[in-house]
């Protein structure tokens, strides 16, 4: 039994540390200002432009799937990729 403790508090512990790294990588916040239409072969994906709260006055168009409207907040993994236009 001692051993299988062990080993669950080493798993607990392992949880912990993944935990504390996904904080880390928590993303960038930016607000829709603009919908600028609807793209995807069924028309699932929205095309917006965003402000990004972290930077003054930078703004890029982005391509959101669900759901969105001007002054949703959206939590962006990356802020380096920015959408192709539509034509």
Do not use: F
């Given at each position: 039994?001692?051993?299988?403790y062990?080993?669950?508090?080493?798993?607990?512990s392992?949880?912990k540390?993944?935990?504390?790294?996904?904080e880390k990588?928590?993303?960038v916040?930016?607000?829709?200002e603009?919908v600028?239409?609807?793209t995807?072969?069924?028309?699932g994906v929205?095309?917006?432009?965003?402000?990004?709260q972290?930077k003054?006055?930078r703004?890029?168009i982005?391509?959101?799937?669900?759901?969105v409207?001007?002054?949703?907040?959206l939590?962006?993994l990356e802020?380096?990729?920015e959408a192709r236009?539509?034509?």
């Amino acid at each position: 039994r001692r051993s299988s403790y062990k080993a669950a508090m080493s798993k607990k512990s392992d949880i912990k540390e993944m935990e504390v790294v996904d904080e880390k990588e928590a993303g960038v916040r930016a607000r829709v200002e603009e919908v600028l239409g609807r793209t995807g072969s069924r028309g699932g994906v929205t095309q917006v432009r965003v402000e990004i709260q972290d930077k003054k006055g930078r703004s890029i168009i982005r391509n959101v799937k669900g759901p969105v409207r001007v002054g949703d907040n959206l939590v962006l993994l990356e802020t380096e990729r920015e959408a192709r236009r539509l034509r």
